[in-house]
């Protein structure tokens, strides 16, 4: 696995998640990274724009043509924002199934060997 | 936007330009529909004291970047330069500091009976290095306030988003300066700072017999 399949923090990684079905404002994106992480990530106006701001100058996700007098701009995973998504999830799914092979997933917590 | 927003649009006034231009509508935007979503009071409540929390940290964390991407992109070498040099020489006199204060706490020693005091080194760190790094801040700095095009150096002095290296560094030496000269061991001669600084032969003298 190339070192940058796994380069996405967590709040970026929960944003671009949350920006795969449809574009959507600030708001919209708060909310879904809450229910996706079920309640886990909450992110406040400051921390949402920070992140967004470097996915933005990262070209993960890109502003969507919206009214210029209009306070809600729409954002939504630009082409090497979908790559990039796509890389992280399925360095994830091979982790839990190395996971699953191990059965790393049905010990007990605290269990290591 | 209602006036409910006032105190967050003067906060919103410590982000830098730019992402306060591009951002700063679609914060208050989102915290009003946060608002909008939210009937209770004391839900209401629990999303101030969030944004409370949230945009201070944001705000240094931006303005870190800024003058992060500023530092890297905007500001000229020898600024870097001599901010680094400066802050390399003044680490000694930190450090001295820390070890005598720690001396002081440990072993109940006074700034004379310490260590440190007796050490060959002491002049070095409490004088030379500090007043290298004032000079080196303050060449840097002079030389990035002269090399202004026309009409433009007092635009300069006061461009602290890229000087910010060495006004700092050079503020610090001084200060640091200032402490050794107005201290009391300082005082050796004649107890007068300003005569002190005069007769700094003696001075120097002095304070490595103390």
């Known amino acids: 696995m190339s070192k ?4 996405l923090p967590q709040v970026a990684f929960a944003i671009l ?66 790559k990039m998504l796509g890389a992280e999830l399925k360095y994830y799914e091979t982790t839990v199934e190395l996971a699953r092979s191990r059965r790393v997933l049905t010990m007990e917590p605290g269990y290591a060997y | 936007m209602p006036t409910r927003f006032t105190i967050l649009e003067r906060l919103l006034s410590l982000y830098s330009k730019g992402y306060r231009q591009r951002y700063g509508d679609q914060i208050l935007q989102t915290l009003a529909d946060m ?43 020898y600024i870097k330069l001599g901010g680094l040099l400066a802050g390399i ?7 001295a500091v820390i070890a005598n204060t720690l ?18 080194i002491l002049k070095t760190w409490a004088l030379i290095l500090p ?9 840097s700095y002079i030389l990035y306030v002269a090399t202004s095009g026309e009409n433009k150096w007092f635009k300069r002095i006061i461009d602290l988003k890229h000087a910010w290296p060495v006004i700092l560094t050079g503020l ?26 005069q007769n700094w032969h003696q001075t120097w003298q002095c304070i490595g017999q103390r």
């Not at chain 1, 940058?4 to 380069?7: R, S, T």
Request: aromatic letters at 10%.
């Open chain 1, 4 to 7: 940058k399949y796994n380069q």
């Open chain 1, 17 to 82: 998640l949350a920006l795969s079905l449809k574009p959507r404002h600030g708001y919209e994106i708060m909310k879904q990274v809450a229910e996706d992480s079920g309640g886990k990530i909450k992110l406040g106006p400051g921390a949402l724009y920070t992140s967004i701001k470097q996915l933005n100058e990262q070209g993960l996700i890109e502003e969507v043509d919206a009214d210029a007098d209009s306070r809600r701009r729409y954002y939504r995973l630009s082409g090497l924002g979908k």
């Open chain 2, 35 to 77: 608002l909008d979503d939210q009937p209770k009071v004391t839900g209401r409540a629990k999303i101030w004291l969030k944004v409370g929390l949230d945009l201070p940290i944001s705000i240094v964390c931006q303005n870190s970047l800024a003058s992060g991407s500023n530092l890297m992109n905007d500001t000229p070498k």
């Open chain 2, 89 to 95: 020489m003044l680490i000694p006199f930190s450090l």
């Open chain 2, 103 to 120: 001396d002081q706490a440990i072993y109940n020693e006074t700034l004379y009976g310490s260590r440190l005091w007796d050490a060959p």
């Open chain 2, 131 to 139: 007043g290298l790094a004032l000079f080196v801040a303050m060449a």
């Open chain 2, 172 to 197: 610090f030496a001084l200060s640091v300066l200032f402490f050794v000269f107005f201290h009391d061991s300082a005082h050796c001669v004649t107890g007068n700072p300003v005569h002190e600084i």
